[in-house]
């Protein structure tokens, strides 16, 4: 289908297409590649100049997945699986990148995509029943569905200081890093934020500047990550395995293969706690965080895993203030986002890096030459945000997303997210979400989630093919029946207590709230397969004839 619409105007003609799709990340293309296969006549979007979502932007030095790089894969393909080698278990953001490309250029994706290409606007066209869409290349187009694979991290946050404009130096912010290698060879650098990009950055950068200043306020609390790279023999291992691999990880909590345990931390004797920690501390990676099946619940046994942490800080830093100003306190380990590091916490035991503690030393203002603290100015020559994102709800509410009767986004969420699944929303009628801020988002691996919610999208689509149905969209019921839900389930997690992008705390003016499902990605999909196989009775249908007809 091509052009119809404003053949005299200079509004160009909108194409007329059934599905628009936004993102060319781990869920834009999958959805792609989906869609394609289903014959559908469809456009996807994408800022960035290439594919590879987050990782396309976050080119920062250290940038690297904290989850084992087979789980972090696509499994929908058995020749990509088999066809792409993992290097590391834990991938770092090249391979990551050159992995994203290579399933583009495997599967012939890339022609699909608009790149450097904004979507501004998605309008719903009640007459038409129809999605207008517009990007900041003057483009028009008509979509039956629109699919936002928009991701929960991809709009970068800046501190709120002031004066960032009257910095001289080079100013870079990790999740817009520049293409070209940077030297901090010889540099004073200084770097604000300590969340997981943070903590990557100091341990590379640590070891290549003349001076590092790492403006710490809230510390975090980082695991050790044991990297180490695959042999063919483990490789050879994994390939032959990959269905039971991938059918583990669609059927476990976090959507990747871990083991799942049920051992309460007072279920076991002191001593054995002990050896518990200290055997997971030593294996690596996520280990230590599923030594016990309550630390998410049990403050008690949170706080002793706190504890234990903050002894192995202390150990490890040889300045006992610096490590006092790195033991993080006062909210539950875990409850932000857990990092794994590469000798993190020695990286501060170089004499050229320096750990301000913006607790006692606040930062006043980004000055000409540096930053200024209440006590000195640290003058630099590169600067470096690691401030993080307007997460979950930050890219959806960056365009203009309007549904029926004018119904904007920004309204609708006014009060946080809400929706069916994470995947609809009421009055956004065929709009989907995948990854969305009210389904596991980033509490499960992102591909895993990426992948179930773009075939459950697809379902729908198929569904009202074959029924002839024009438009559909969940029940206000339903809406309010799956927030419940996810606001219950909230409510028993200790996640709720820190403040965090997770509840929308580091966003000035943010709705506050833990929005995300927490009860596992195995349960979510459980709930997602049982609103399918009811036969959609959570959702409101338009058939095609009923209009017709009027
Ligand atoms: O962002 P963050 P991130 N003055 O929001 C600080 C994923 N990820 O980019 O907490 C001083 O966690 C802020 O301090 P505070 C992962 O899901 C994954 O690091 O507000 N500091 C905090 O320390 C992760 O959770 C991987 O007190 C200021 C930091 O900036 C998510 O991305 C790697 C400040 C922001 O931390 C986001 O992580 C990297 C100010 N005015 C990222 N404003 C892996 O897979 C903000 N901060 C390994």
Redesign the pocket.
Known sequence: MTTENSAQSNTPAAKRLDVVIVGAGFGGMYAVYKFRQMGLNFQAFELGGDVGGVWYW?RYPG?????MSVDYSYGFSEEIQQEWTWSEQFAAQPEILAYANFVADRLDLRKHFKFNTRVESAIWNEEKRLWEVTTDKGERFEATYCVMATGP?SVPKD???PGIEKFKGRLLR??KWPHEPISFEGKRVGL???????I?IVQEVGRQAGELFV????P?FTLPMRNNKLTPEYVAEVKRNYKGIREAARNSPNGGVRPVITRPFFSVMEHQRKQILEDTWNQGGLAFLGAFSDLMQNEEANEAVADFVRSKIEEVVNDKETAEALKPRGYPIFA??P??DTEYYETYNLPTVHLVN?LKEQ?VEITEKGVRTESREIELDILIF????D?LTGALRAFNVVGRNGLKIQDYWKEGPQSFLGLMMEGFPNLFTTAGANGPS?LANLITINEHDVDWIAGVIEHMKKNDLATVEPKKSAVKRWMDIVHALATRTLVSKA???WTGT?VQGKPHGLTMFTGGFNKYREHCTAAADNGYVDFSFEPREERKAA
């Open positions: 976050n940038a690297r997945c904290d989850l991290l501190p709120e200081i990790a999740q604000i934020g300590t969340g997981s990009t943070g990557q403006f710490q306020r809230t975090s932000r986002r990092c794994l913006c930062i690691a401030t993080g994102y997460a980033a403040k965090t992008w580091n």
